[in-house]
């Protein structure tokens, strides 16, 4: 399986913090926010990574991630997408280098310490979609469910949420996701929504889904940054303080 982490976008809801830099690069503690969903994917074993980047910064991620080898990456590649265009165009970028493999992908500001190792190894084919319990459902995608726990319907930031789960930015896709993306119609908003996407899937009864346990959070707001950061912060200490315990 490859990873492709998608990095775009102007940053607007993080003025003037965008104007110096792309959202993705901005700090989260004691790192640059996209080295959390790279981690994300080395720790499950996924070392073959594009990054789907945009906008005037561009060129800064040469400079933070290299050829990604200190980040634990086998191959680093990146893509530049021209415009706004939505989540799952800028994941058809990625078509050639994902080729014909199974895919996961991440938004990249996804910040979260949880384990995907088990279900990248036993992903084979539809797609799968993550889910987190959460406060605010409306920010986000988010799916209906039947009595039996089937996932029935998928919505784009609801006024009036089906439920209080969120569809995270982390997706499992097969290899017919690009072909899926070839048959989408741009939204109200002139983009093809990655719901939209995931709606395909569930249409064609191959959308799988699973709880994504641990600490999650997009650090898309000046809310969530703080969140995150302070999440992060916390837990290095308690790391360390372990550390310390074992050592003497």
Not at 1 to 26: D, Q, W
Not at 126 to 142: N, S, T, W, Y
Request: aromatic residues 10%; proline residues 4%.
């Amino acid at each position: 399986m490859k990873g492709v982490i998608l990095a775009g976008g102007l940053g607007t809801r993080l003025y003037p913090l965008t104007y110096a830099t792309n959202k993705h690069l901005l700090p989260v503690y004691d790192k640059p926010m996209i080295f959390y969903p790279i981690n994300t994917l080395v720790q499950a074993g996924i070392k073959d990574v594009m990054v789907v980047t945009g906008g005037p910064h561009a060129g800064h991620f040469l400079r933070v991630l290299r050829n990604g080898k200190e980040l634990g990456l086998n191959n680093l590649a990146y893509a530049v997408q021209e415009g706004e265009r939505g989540i799952a165009a800028a994941l058809s970028l990625a078509e050639e280098y994902v080729d014909g493999e199974n895919v996961c992908v991440i938004l990249g500001d996804n910040c979260t310490d949880a384990d995907i190792h088990k279900d990248v190894v036993t992903f084979e084919e539809g797609a799968r979609i993550f889910l987190k319990e959460v406060e605010d459902p409306q920010r986000f995608g988010v799916p209906a469910f039947n009595d039996e726990g089937k996932i029935i319907k998928l919505t784009e930031k609801p006024v009036s949420p089906d439920s209080n789960f969120a569809i995270t930015g982390l997706y499992f896709y097969d290899k017919s996701v690009f072909d899926r993306i070839r048959k989408l119609k741009p939204s109200d908003r002139g983009e093809l929504e990655v719901t939209d996407l995931n709606q395909s899937y569930l249409d064609d009864n191959k959308l799988g889904w699973a709880m994504l346990n641990g600490f999650w959070k997009d650090a898309g707001t000046y809310e969530t940054l703080i969140e995150v950061g302070t999440y992060w912060w916390k837990k290095r200490l308690e790391e360390g303080s372990a550390l310390g315990r074992e050592r003497k």
